[in-house]
């Protein structure tokens, strides 16, 4: 009792004000105090819900709390001078919405003008709401305003006609009164803001730095718990933090639907962009809230070091050396190379926990299958495994860290096989999965009809689809699309996505949840610089969306017809020979018309080849437009709004300031859409082009593009160079080669992202040269790049036409030559326009150019 009492006693007593009443909002807090995570780091946690005392920051900042949980408005709040530190954004988008009726068919915030519509009073917290109205034209003046009843009923009794609501909350609750809703969101007005910010102060920060670490870890693990099992933390909020009397099922809806929000692809839990938080204070700006915005280096929490309590240096100095299982064969996440030597990214995980905690990682080579790994830390005979896949199940016997890795399960098939819709649509089927990997686990419990093919390994269940004794694999993305580039794994692609992912982390025997702890430290740790080098090294397979390759398949069966045709013909014809020699001539004048014409639907096939290579283009573009615009027509509509209030209160020099803007804007989105339209008309004839400002247009398209992945361009070029060509057929060659540069770089990871252009002129030659900084193309493909369908992308991110379309460009329609070969660091393009043909007859370009430009009109 005495030992209890001491440790009770020299716990630090804080306290933690949240801005509401108690539900799964902030479950992840209720999850740390009650699972001990806070005791664990010396810590007694005192949570108040808003029942039981004042406003989250008036209390954090007058010192009766030293954390609390707030909005995106702490922006606000920092800007007017308040010692405010944000250190973690639970909810990366906020589940703020207007609610409407579905029956009362409003779609639009638009839609709402002269509606009865019901806001919360703080208009600074609600800016999302706010700013979304604003960009519709709505004024307070276009709304039948009226105070928030903060009763989902209101909308059932038609009492309102929109009432701001959670996602997680009153959708539900209407739902079981058998009331269809539909959500009008500022997500999808351009206005992403956080939600459920944890903070706390600049002087907790200066004066207890340890407290603040220990006190983040705590209730990040506490979080991370809290969304692994719903259910549980449901319960657990029911019976003791649920003074509004929700049901239980209420709460597990809760808590499903902040997963979502909470979790973003490639984006740590509870992590802060400071790219978002500027254009959300400059949302704030636009509105007056705040007049200007300081740098946000001071707002943003950032940990003083590894903070271990003296339980944790003291368990592992008990376990210098611990054994580790692994899997042989699962590339990129893990595997054994040549010289059998542990690699991967689970590998450089575990490099990055040796070094900090000072303990050895020995890892048993010995268990070459999975499965033996598994069953051997059920016996404590390995302490941990490398790379797990979190499940139920495995949580009864072995404990997690915090996912480190994200893979989702997709089917992979013949390549004649069509796209699956749903792992139902394989019942009655053979599908290859890895004993004991957590897909036999889904396919045995949810999909019984569905009949299992056991292999040992991720290549042997590609292997045994691609000879036939299964239909089809399920595995993650990133395994397979590593497998079959790296083994060459032919007549294989993805024909569906599963709605289940992999979360990969640490798994731990049963007996020492300790050292899952100090993991879960570490991992909270990694700085994005360390994520992103360990990540990058394997992952750089972007897993982007699929194509369509309908026209592509169509093409291919039109010249197996044909093919066919044309044999039948030829055999006929030798037959009719033997047999009937006078008639020689006619059958071979007969084949000759089917010649010419199956050779004028290949000149049609060529010139539909031609277009899907500019259209590939054209997506690019407009991606490009809709970033370059959305942000300016936000501004733009806020101008506006703000010069209608400026003009009602007579203050014209904020006024004139207001204009400028708005001008600016308009300015530049009436350029943009200059640039795009001029891209597209058709060339008539070859005019006299300065190269210079030709990549001045093709860098006004792409260049949001390439801001966005931090990619610049630099450029080495006369101003005078011309060049005689066909201005947009050059525009789309440097297009596709600039895109293809900008893949490179992003897949290479390197830490020089740079596109350098030159162009050099003599009386002979131009030469445009445009090197990268991807990494260079591996030789054995060299000889490829220009080829037809030649890619080195997986199936589903490229038609490998572009540069072959580029090729054809200029060395048949400008008689020129493309050629590319490895710089110091990256591919170098090479484009060779030949100045002969710049001075001779008109009419040879016009008809080489002919197949390639497009009608803008169809």
């Given at each position: 009792m005495l030992l209890l009492s001491s440790v009770l006693w020299s716990a630090e007593k804080i306290t933690m004000q949240l801005p509401w009443l108690h539900q799964f909002q902030f479950a992840g807090y209720y999850v740390a105090k009650e699972k001990g995570y806070y005791a664990d780091a010396g810590l007694d946690v005192s949570i108040l819900d808003a029942k039981s005392a004042q406003h989250s920051f008036q209390a954090v900042m007058g010192g009766k709390a030293q954390y609390g949980v707030g909005r995106s408005s702490l922006i606000v709040n920092y800007a007017s001078g308040a010692p405010v530190v944000l250190m973690a954004a639970i909810f990366q988008s906020s589940p703020m919405v207007l609610l409407t009726r579905k029956d009362a068919n409003i779609q639009t915030a638009k839609e709402l003008k002269h509606k009865r519509v019901m806001l919360t009073p703080d208009t600074i917290e609600g800016a999302e709401m706010q700013a979304m109205l604003r960009s519709a034209g709505l004024h307070s003046t276009d709304l039948n305003l009226q105070t928030h009843s903060y009763d989902p009923k209101s909308l059932a009794r038609n009492e309102t006609d929109a009432m701001v609501a959670y996602l997680s909350n009153e959708p539900f609750v209407l739902q079981k009164m058998g009331v269809e809703t539909r959500p009008i969101d500022p997500k999808e007005y351009g206005f992403d803001y956080y939600s459920d910010i944890l903070f706390t102060t600049q002087e907790e920060i200066a004066n207890h730095p340890q407290r603040a670490d220990a006190?983040?870890?705590?209730?990040?693990?506490?979080?991370?718990?809290?969304?692994?099992?719903?259910?549980?933390?449901?319960?657990?909020?029911?019976?003791?933090?649920?003074?509004?009397?929700?049901?239980?099922?209420?709460?597990?809806?809760?808590?499903?639907?902040?997963?979502?929000?909470?979790?973003?692809?490639?984006?740590?839990?509870?992590?802060?962009?400071?790219?978002?938080?500027?254009?959300?204070?400059?949302?704030?700006?636009?509105?007056?809230?705040?007049?200007?915005?300081?740098?946000?280096?001071?707002?943003?929490?950032?940990?003083?070091?590894?903070?271990?309590?003296?339980?944790?240096?003291?368990?592992?100095?008990?376990?210098?050396?611990?054994?580790?299982?692994?899997?042989?064969?699962?590339?990129?996440?893990?595997?054994?190379?040549?010289?059998?030597?542990?690699?991967?990214?689970?590998?450089?995980?575990?490099?990055?926990?040796?070094?900090?905690?000072?303990?050895?990682?020995?890892?048993?080579?010995?268990?070459?299958?999975?499965?033996?790994?598994?069953?051997?830390?059920?016996?404590?005979?390995?302490?941990?495994?490398?790379?797990?896949?979190?499940?139920?199940?495995?949580?009864?016997?072995?404990?997690?860290?915090?996912?480190?890795?994200?893979?989702?399960?997709?089917?992979?098939?013949?390549?004649?096989?069509?796209?699956?819709?749903?792992?139902?649509?394989?019942?009655?089927?053979?599908?290859?999965?890895?004993?004991?990997?957590?897909?036999?686990?889904?396919?045995?419990?949810?999909?019984?009809?569905?009949?299992?093919?056991?292999?040992?390994?991720?290549?042997?269940?590609?292997?045994?689809?691609?000879?036939?004794?299964?239909?089809?694999?399920?595995?993650?993305?990133?395994?397979?699309?590593?497998?079959?580039?790296?083994?060459?794994?032919?007549?294989?692609?993805?024909?569906?996505?599963?709605?289940?992912?992999?979360?990969?982390?640490?798994?731990?025997?049963?007996?020492?949840?300790?050292?899952?702890?100090?993991?879960?430290?570490?991992?909270?740790?990694?700085?994005?610089?360390?994520?992103?080098?360990?990540?990058?090294?394997?992952?750089?397979?972007?897993?982007?969306?699929?194509?369509?390759?309908?026209?592509?398949?169509?093409?291919?069966?039109?010249?197996?017809?044909?093919?066919?045709?044309?044999?039948?013909?030829?055999?006929?014809?030798?037959?009719?020979?033997?047999?009937?020699?006078?008639?020689?001539?006619?059958?071979?004048?007969?084949?000759?018309?089917?010649?010419?014409?199956?050779?004028?639907?290949?000149?049609?096939?060529?010139?539909?080849?031609?277009?899907?290579?500019?259209?590939?283009?054209?997506?690019?573009m407009l991606e490009s437009i809709a970033h370059q615009w959305r942000q300016p027509l936000n501004i733009l509509g806020l101008s506006m709004t703000r010069l209608s209030l400026n003009c009602s209160l007579d203050t014209s020099s904020d006024a004139r300031k207001v204009i400028d803007i708005a001008e600016a804007q308009i300015q530049y989105m009436s350029q943009t859409i200059d640039d795009f339209r001029n891209f597209f008309k058709q060339d008539r004839s070859r005019i006299p082009v300065n190269i210079n400002a030709l990549v001045n247009d093709v860098e006004a398209l792409l260049g949001p593009l390439l801001i966005r992945k931090k990619i610049i361009i630099e450029r080495q070029i006369a101003p005078e160079t011309e060049v005689l060509v066909y201005p947009n057929e050059l525009k789309q060659v440097l297009i596709n080669i600039i895109n293809n540069a900008r893949e490179a770089i992003e897949q290479h990871r390197g830490k020089e992202r740079k596109i350098m252009i030159r162009c050099v002129s003599d009386e002979h030659y131009c030469t445009i040269s445009i090197e990268d900084t991807g990494g260079g193309i591996p030789p054995a493909i060299a000889d490829k790049i220009f080829d037809p369908y030649f890619t080195t992308k997986f199936e589903a991110q490229g038609t490998g036409i572009g540069l072959y379309m580029a090729k054809t460009i200029i060395e048949k329609h400008f008689l020129g030559k493309l050629s590319v070969y490895n710089a110091s660091a990256g591919a170098c393009f090479e484009i060779r326009l030949n100045r002969s043909f710049q001075s001779g007859s008109d009419t040879l370009s016009q008809n080489n150019a002919g197949p390639v430009r497009t009608d803008t009109q169809s």
């Open positions: 006190f983040y870890d705590a209730s990040m693990r506490g979080w991370l718990w809290a969304f692994e099992h719903i259910e549980e933390t449901a319960e657990l909020i029911h019976r003791h933090y649920n003074p509004q009397g929700k049901s239980l099922e209420a709460l597990i809806y809760e808590g499903r639907v902040l997963k979502e929000l909470a979790f973003r692809p490639n984006v740590n839990f509870g992590s802060i962009d400071p790219m978002r938080l500027e254009m959300i204070a400059q949302g704030y700006r636009l509105m007056g809230v705040v007049k200007s915005v300081p740098p946000f280096g001071p707002l943003l929490y950032k940990q003083s070091a590894l903070h271990l309590t003296a339980k944790e240096r003291a368990w592992l100095k008990a376990h210098p050396v611990i054994r580790v299982g692994i899997d042989h064969e699962w590339p990129p996440i893990e595997s054994v190379d040549d010289n059998g030597r542990h690699f991967g990214i689970s590998a450089s995980y575990l490099a990055l926990l040796e070094k900090r905690l000072g303990v050895r990682f020995e890892v048993d080579y010995s268990r070459r299958y999975w499965s033996d790994s598994m069953q051997a830390i059920r016996n404590n005979e390995l302490d941990m495994l490398s790379c797990a896949a979190i499940t139920d199940k495995r949580q009864d016997n072995l404990v997690f860290s915090r996912p480190y890795l994200k893979q989702t399960m997709v089917i992979v098939a013949d390549s004649k096989v069509g796209f699956v819709n749903d792992l139902n649509d394989l019942n009655g089927k053979k599908v290859a999965v890895v004993r004991s990997y957590a897909t036999e686990e889904i396919l045995r419990d949810h999909y019984p009809k569905i009949i299992p093919v056991m292999a040992d390994s991720a290549l042997e269940a590609l292997n045994k689809v691609a000879s036939g004794e299964a239909y089809a694999c399920v595995e993650g993305l990133g395994v397979v699309s590593y497998l079959i580039e790296r083994h060459g794994i032919k007549h294989l692609k993805v024909v569906g996505e599963t709605p289940y992912q992999y979360e990969l982390g640490f798994a731990f025997r049963k007996d020492w949840e300790m050292l899952g702890s100090i993991s879960n430290k570490v991992l909270g740790s990694i700085t994005p610089a360390e994520y992103e080098e360990i990540h990058g090294r394997w992952l750089a397979m972007d897993q982007g969306r699929s194509v369509n390759y309908r026209v592509v398949w169509w093409i291919v069966g039109f010249m197996a017809v044909l093919f066919i045709l044309i044999a039948y013909k030829n055999r006929r014809l030798d037959v009719l020979v033997r047999k009937r020699t006078d008639e020689l001539e006619m059958f071979n004048q007969r084949l000759q018309e089917e010649i010419e014409k199956a050779v004028e639907k290949n000149r049609k096939q060529e010139k539909l080849l031609m277009q899907q290579a500019k259209m590939a283009e054209i997506g690019s």
